[in-house]
């Protein structure tokens, strides 16, 4: 099976307390691609221009990613991002944006694209997320991602997309901007009644992630990181764990701790991102670590029931 | 064995999104006993005033608190507080403090109170939790909570006094203050060089709890309750479960899946003290309804790793 990404492959100029990069590789799809790849086959859909070289195109190769699906204008420029973390990382400040090709994208997915089992859709504009929806009909699980540009600027669109997909993948932020709910709880009910997915993940940051299905709610902190470098990223490395690793089972499925696993294995893959500037960790991370991670968050969150609680049964 | 509490009792005046209440049994203290009292025999330390009647005693009685060492002096006021949260139920406004009786309390401990096992000194003035802390020398286990307040205008006494306890309750916003440092987990480690707890622990209100030792960090979510009505006494409940539970074990130790599942019982409190306003939930609240949740609480946090997460190590 594959993991279809549509999303941007950009590149960033980002500056945190910890330093800056002028020109790196970036964009929601890198990040996820990037991620995914340690567990299943991946497929980018996106757009890139004359100045995306062989040397970008190489970190994607090296991870065994298919970029057939990405088209190249030539005589254009790539999508770039410029953004700037102050002391408090959980606040990107964006200092420039430029479209470029990205203004004209027009996506249209090739025959293994379109036959993918899992879809991802990364933040782009809603229309086009419905016109990748539409052209992967057998999709077992599609997955979409947001931001609150899109929340106020095409929220109409924004509800239409999120009706075609079973996994919303937001922030905490942009559920209370959608419903207008400052409770987590009461708003995920209200995004669940307002257009149905059968699961929807809650990025927290430093707070790590929650997940809220049909039968249960899980909850996973984030990993304890004395220094993060860069949390560019975080959110499409932890969407790329967590459908990578829906997609590494026979079928992909809704079984919870399947769903459990994906979500802790997405903080894994978000943790390890933090770790350095853009994709520059997970360009270096090992198997062997992602399974260390993820052990280590066993640890973080395992108790044994003492006596005392079944006592109180009585 | 038992637990001894040195902190406020008092009347509330309280303001939520979801009602109100012009005087209301509150304070530090009786949020932590009433909590602690479902796990152990508790004591509190502390005074009123005349206008504290057989009615708000009666709330101490009727969970069997022995409130021997609770000083009632004639002819002034219990301590008042007044406090309005906005929509947003994670800051409390503080409309009006009235010391009252508190302005001249010297704390003096009965014997019973000096051969504790567990002392717990609530928010309180840094040299009277010191005074306290100094009268039980025979205590195994010593937690201590403060506020901003005295992080600001007190901070050399009360680092004196957080020298001198082994577990350390704060929120995030006075782990950061204390510190200047933004980062949680190396704000914890700047704390545990500063002042050496064994224990610290981190309440982070609707994300939550999180507690660092000497060998392990561990995350409890928060309950994801669609409906808060008030968040007063939420910390002091959540202390009060994790030191009553540590009390009715045969010994208080410092096992490591001890300390967590104390933290999973004080998340538990915590979470069924908002559901009310003051200490009301609390006061009616049944053992078996813990018991409950803490199997939700379990439930919220488990998953069983997957054979690809093996499969990774090779």
């Known amino acids: 099976m594959a993991v279809t990404v549509v999303g941007s492959v950009a590149f960033d100029a980002l500056e945190t307390p910890f330093g800056k990069r002028d020109r790196i590789l970036g964009g929601a799809a890198t990040h996820f691609s990037l991620a995914a790849s340690f567990f299943s086959d991946v497929r980018v859909v996106g757009v890139v221009g004359e100045d995306f070289g062989s040397e970008e195109f190489e970190v994607f190769a090296a991870r065994g990613i ?23 990382m959980a606040v990107a400040h964006t200092l420039d944006t430029q479209l470029n090709v990205f203004a004209e994208f027009d996506p249209k997915l090739s025959q293994h694209a ?55 993948v937001f922030n905490d932020a942009e559920v209370r901007m959608l419903t207008g709910e400052p409770n987590l709880a009461r708003a995920a009910r209200e995004i669940r009644e307002l257009v149905g997915p059968r699961v929807l993940l809650v990025k927290q940051g430093a707070y790590g992630a929650c997940m809220f299905t049909e039968t249960s709610f899980f909850s996973i902190p984030a990993y304890p990181l004395e220094t993060v470098i860069d949390p560019t990223g975080a959110g499409d490395a932890f969407a790329g764990g967590f459908f990578g690793f829906l997609d590494s089972l026979d079928e992909p499925d809704f079984d919870d701790n399947h769903l459990r696993c994906a979500a802790v294995l997405g903080s894994v893959m978000a943790s390890y991102c933090v770790e350095d500037f853009g994709s520059e960790r997970l360009q270096r991370l090992t198997r062997r670590e992602i399974a260390e991670r993820f052990e280590e968050f066993k640890h973080m969150t395992a108790f044994e029931s003492p006596p005392v609680v079944a006592q109180l049964r009585r």
Chains 1, 2 share one sequence.
């Open 114 to 168: 379109r036959e993918s089992a899992i879809l991802f859709l990364a933040n782009i504009q809603p229309d086009l997320q419905r016109q990748v929806r539409e052209q992967c009909n057998g999709a077992a699980l599609v997955g979409l991602d947001s931001m609150n540009y899109w929340i106020e600027s095409a929220r109409s669109s924004l509800l239409e997309t999120m009706r075609c997909v079973d996994t919303i």
């Open 66 to 88: 298919n970029m057939d699906d990405v088209e190249q204008v030539p005589g254009a420029r790539s999508f770039f991002w410029s953004g700037l973390y102050e002391d408090d």
